[in-house]
C-alpha cells in the first residue's frame, strides 16, 4: 500500500463550489505539506503543518484552508473554487530532522483538480 | 526576489551517454539542495541530498554538485537509459534546516533515446 494517498485523484467542479481534498499518511512523519503544480511554475507551498497545532501559510495561500485532523490527515479545502486553482495538487509528508540535518519529502499520487 | 531556475527545454540525448540538467539559483544562500524524480501524472521521488558544505554527492549512476559561488548545481546521469526518462526537479531549502521547506524549480524533461 503506498504511503502517502490522496482522494480524490482527479475532480471536476465548478465555479464556486465548495472543495476538499484529503490527504493521509502511514509513514508517522509529523510534517506534511500541501502544494500545487502548474505548467512552467512548478511546485508551490500552499500550506505547511508540522504537527498537529502547527500550521503555516505558505507562498500562495489565498483562496486556500487546511485542518490538520490527525497525524496522519492533512485536508485542504478551496471554499469557493475559481478556474485559475485548476492545478495538479500533491501532499507531500517529512520525518522532523534531526539537529543538523535535512530531510527530503514524500509526495502523494496527486489530485488532479478541474474547476470550469 | 529569490529565483530558481532549470532549463525549461527538454533534454534529448542518446542512450548511453551522460546527461546533466543546470539548476541556478538568486538570492538564496540555501543550506542544501535536493533533486527529485516526477513522472508523469506521478508525484516526485526523492533522489539525492547535498550540502552546502559538499561539492559532490554519488548515488549509483548519479552525480550532484553544488557550487555555492556560482549559485549552481549539476545533476548527472551516467549511462542513460530510456527509463530514465522524466522530469527531474532541483529544490532548494527555504530558510533554515528545521523548516525543512523547499523551493521547487519548474523541472526539466530529459528524454533518453534508444
Known amino acids: 500500500d503506498a504511503d502517502v494517498t490522496q482522494t480524490p485523484r482527479n475532480r471536476i467542479t465548478k465555479t464556486g463550489k465548495r472543495i476538499m481534498l484529503e490527504c493521509s499518511q502511514t509513514?508517522?512523519?509529523?510534517?506534511m505539506y500541501w502544494y500545487r503544480q502548474d505548467p512552467g511554475l512548478g511546485l508551490r507551498l500552499i500550506y505547511y503543518s508540522f504537527d498537529v497545532k502547527d500550521i503555516n501559510k505558505g507562498e500562495i495561500s489565498d483562496g486556500y484552508s487546511v485542518s490538520r485532523q490527525a497525524q496522519a490527515k492533512f485536508s485542504l479545502s478551496l471554499e469557493s473554487a475559481i478556474p485559475n486553482q485548476t492545478a495538479l495538487y500533491f501532499c507531500a509528508t517529512s520525518d522532523k530532522p534531526q539537529a543538523g540535518a535535512y530531510n527530503e519529502q514524500f509526495f502523494g499520487p496527486g489530485t488532479r483538480l478541474t474547476v470550469l | 526576489s529569490q529565483k530558481i531556475e532549470q532549463n525549461s527545454e527538454a533534454l534529448n540525448i542518446q542512450e548511453g551517454k551522460t546527461a546533466t540538467l543546470t539548476c541556478n539559483y538568486t538570492n538564496y544562500s540555501p543550506a542544501y539542495l535536493q533533486w527529485y524524480r516526477q513522472d508523469p501524472g506521478r508525484g516526485p521521488v526523492f533522489l539525492l541530498l547535498?550540502?552546502?558544505?559538499?561539492k559532490e554527492k554519488r548515488k549509483e549512476r548519479l552525480k550532484v554538485t553544488f557550487d555555492t559561488t556560482l549559485k549552481q548545481s549539476l545533476f548527472h546521469i551516467t549511462a542513460s537509459q530510456p527509463a530514465d526518462s522524466a522530469t527531474y526537479l532541483c529544490a532548494l531549502a527555504s530558510g533554515g534546516g528545521a523548516t525543512n521547506k523547499l523551493i521547487f524549480g519548474t523541472g526539466t524533461l530529459l528524454a533518453v533515446q534508444p
Open positions: 547535498i550540502r552546502e558544505n559538499e
Open positions: 509513514k508517522g512523519h509529523d510534517r
